[in-house]
């Protein structure tokens, strides 16, 4: 994470799997990048996970007792709050090959058999980490825009009054309107 990144900037993410041993595994190999890391132990857990805050990525088993990995991840994109978050299947080597396009039809950004790499595993995350920052960061410059966009409104009409007028304004007063104009909007576009 870089030091400028702000508090809502950093992203959950969501490790479910029934196996306490994954989720040691798991934890282990994602820990060194700083971010919050969520367990949840079930398809129902990760749900009222997933309600509860903002996860950049769900890192979800297939086979799992009750909801399994596919009923919980088209659960997931089923709900608006949830549907844009990455998923990525995590499944035993020796599990049907028709795992895979299961996941990816469900709607899995990626599909991972253990054993894992690792270093692939953080370097898939990571990835999604970089993108959830990146979505942030354009939800607050879009959220900044309107404000701007309303005062240089409200100040063009209020300028375009003082010209319809009767009395002829001051050209002074006029070039100093211009001015405060051209620095809202100098000042919008520079971050």
Do not use: C
């Not at 007792?65 to 844009?84: C, S, Y």
Request: net charge negative.
């Amino acid at each position: 994470m870089t030091a400028e990144a702000t508090t809502d900037e950093r992203a959950g993410i969501l490790l479910v799997d029934d196996m306490e041993d994954n989720l040691i595994a798991l934890e282990a190999v994602l820990g060194s990048l700083n971010e919050p890391l969520v367990r949840a132990r079930s398809g129902e857990e990760a749900m009222k996970a997933l309600l509860r805050q903002r996860f950049a990525v769900v890192l979800l088993d297939v086979r799992m007792p009750g909801m399994d990995g596919f009923e919980t991840a088209a659960n997931i994109k089923r709900l608006d709050q949830t549907k844009d978050v990455p998923i990525i299947f995590l499944t035993g080597a020796d599990d049907d090959s028709g795992y895979a396009f299961r996941g990816y039809a469900t709607g899995a950004a990626d599909y991972l058999t253990k054993p894992f790499d690792p270093w692939v595993l953080r370097a898939k995350v990571t990835v999604f980490l970089d993108l959830y920052r990146k979505n942030q960061q354009l939800e607050r410059l879009l959220t900044r825009k309107p404000p701007r966009d309303a005062e240089l409104t409200k100040r063009l009409a209020a300028l375009e009054k003082k010209l319809d007028g009767e009395d002829p304004p001051d050209v002074t007063d006029l070039r100093n309107e211009v001015r405060e104009i051209r620095q809202l909007i100098s000042r919008g576009t520079v971050s």
